[in-house]
């Protein structure tokens, strides 16, 4: 089982053991640890009395909920029609080769997660990514290129002065 403290039994206390409190007890598990470990949908289950089959439905069906963990940044390229016609999907593909990864996956050192989503609402600035809550319109491979590169610097920066604090 994995350690969670007393945190995870503190969530699950919150809630009655009645089974239409399972999915507002997964928002709060994922929320504190950013995705539903098996081991904590176990507990979320076993305290509202709804089957682990079901629960995996339940997280499965709404998007929102994550059963793996994400990288410390989060990329989400929108393939939204305007997106798609502006050149989403070859944001994806320069996105794919350059971290390694296929969308909806996280690279090995759990720094970047990249996923689709079917459209941000900004149509007017196609084609969007959005970079750990920051929107980049009118985005370009080289855009985005830079901006992680920037971002690679900042954590490389970051790391570096918590190893001499």
């Known amino acids: 089982m994995e350690n969670f ?3 995870i039994d503190e969530i699950i206390e919150r809630y009655p ?12 598990i994922q ?3 950013g995705y539903i470990s ?4 176990q507990l979320a289950c076993d305290r509202t009395g709804v089957p682990l089959t079901q629960g995996y439905s339940v997280a499965t069906f709404y998007q929102s909920f994550r059963l793996d963990p994400s990288g410390e940044h ?7 029609t305007a997106c798609h016609l502006k050149g989403g999907q070859r944001l994806v593909e320069d996105l ?3 971290l390694n990864i296929k969308a909806g996956e996280t690279t090995a050192d759990m720094r970047y997660t990249l996923n689709t ?13 959005i970079i750990d809550d920051e929107y980049h319109p009118n985005a370009t491979a080289r855009k985005l290129e830079k901006r992680l590169n920037a971002l690679d610097q900042t954590d490389a920066a970051d790391e570096k002065e918590a190893g001499h604090a």
């Open 96 to 98: 794919e080769r350059r």
């Open 31 to 33: 929320s504190s640890y």
């Open 117 to 129: 989503v079917n459209c941000v609402g900004a149509c007017a600035l196609s084609p969007v990514a």
């Open 74 to 80: 989060e990329i989400r390229v929108c393939l939204g």
């Open 38 to 41: 098996p081991e904590a949908m």
């Open 5 to 7: 403290g007393v945190q």
């Open 17 to 28: 053991d009645k089974p239409e409190y399972l999915i507002f007890l997964l928002q709060d």
